[in-house]
């Protein structure tokens, strides 16, 4: 029986299609690479007996899980949260990212028409609201440290005029250039940076570090890789109430420090500047999750990870 040259053409089309979704989605696991070397030597700390954290969420983006991480199904649908870490320390307050602002309508209307194709978005209470609910004024806060400076972790700058926001010169670059990425922080005013410097000792593998309060509390670490300045900012509290590692953007969910495994190839070539560098530290998280079990791996986004965590509450003191 003779084949038409059209049907040919579908069933040639097909497998194409077929190998094309089986090489962006289907479960690839991160190899080793045999130039790893890292020291997990657990870093000196004298973190104060007030201090906290919690989690303050804003909102959430909703897509697949299978988007987010390599060999996670695309049928299951996934809230992520939009959720910055409140650390209260005695010497002053600190955002770990900023959460959904109150302009997020707008905001969103800016995002990549492909990325509002596949996910769509839930507003809550703007962190500043929350915080001034509590009485916590938004001018009072020390400071907003970045992970990094795409839209859904700097929306709610604006909300805290006067604030230092705190990068490292690698990300305070890519938000003055004319990446597409870091295009609406560069749209906001006033903004005050507060650039420090990576002044301190290698730290759990990381080259370099910079301790933001000099105790050993709150410790941030040079990531690079989803943005050339992406950052992990470890957290040591006190007696044994609990060692955090916030990874920003580096993995969406834990699955991806676990396994460990990198995003599919759309979504990673659409956010990853640097897809070999947040690759190599996939594995360094991975590698020191194995060594140091009892640390806790917080992606930015991962909603079971961060129910784990004090949740803010207005009206008992943050939990």
């Not at 809230?79 to 320390?89: G, R, S, Y």
């Not at 907003?144 to 909300?159: E, F, K, Q």
């Not at 890519?174 to 507060?194: K, L, M, N, P």
């Amino acid at each position: 029986m003779r084949i038409r040259p059209w049907v040919r053409f579908v069933f040639v089309l097909l497998l194409i299609g077929l190998a094309a979704f089986a090489w962006t989605f289907a479960p690839v696991r991160l190899d080793p690479d045999p130039s790893d070397r890292w020291t997990f030597e657990r870093p000196a700390a004298n973190p104060p007996p007030g201090l906290r954290l919690s989690v303050i969420r804003t909102g959430t983006i909703a897509s697949r899980r299978g988007m987010a991480v390599r060999g996670a199904s695309l049928l299951e649908p996934s809230d992520f949260e939009m959720a910055p870490i409140l650390v209260e320390h005695p010497e002053g307050k600190l955002l770990i990212d900023s959460g959904f602002g109150r302009d997020v309508d707008r905001q969103w209307r800016m995002t990549p028409w492909i990325g509002q194709q596949l996910s769509s978005y839930a507003r809550g209470t703007p962190a500043a609201d929350q915080l001034a609910a509590r009485g916590i004024a938004p001018t009072s806060l020390r400071g907003i440290v970045l992970t990094h400076a795409h839209w859904d972790h700097t929306s709610g700058i604006p909300d805290f005029p006067g604030v230092p926001v705190l990068v490292p010169e690698a990300e305070r670059s890519f938000i003055a250039s004319d990446a597409d990425e870091s295009a609406q922080i560069r749209g906001f005013t006033d903004v005050r940076y507060e650039v420090y410097p990576f002044d301190g000792a290698p730290y759990l593998g990381f080259p370099r570090s910079h301790d933001v309060f000099g105790d050993g509390s709150v410790v941030s670490v040079p990531a690079p890789g989803h943005t050339p300045g992406s950052v992990v900012v470890f957290v040591t509290l006190a007696g044994d109430g609990g060692r955090y590692a916030f990874i920003g953007d580096l993995s969406w969910t834990h699955e991806g420090i676990e396994w460990p495994a990198e995003r599919p190839w759309l979504p990673r070539s659409l956010v990853d500047r640097d897809a070999g560098a947040a690759r190599a530290n996939l594995r360094h998280l991975h590698a020191l999750l194995q060594a140091q079990p009892d640390l806790r791996i917080v992606p930015a986004h991962d909603r079971q990870a961060l129910a784990a965590l004090p949740a803010f509450h207005i009206g008992d003191g943050g939990h």
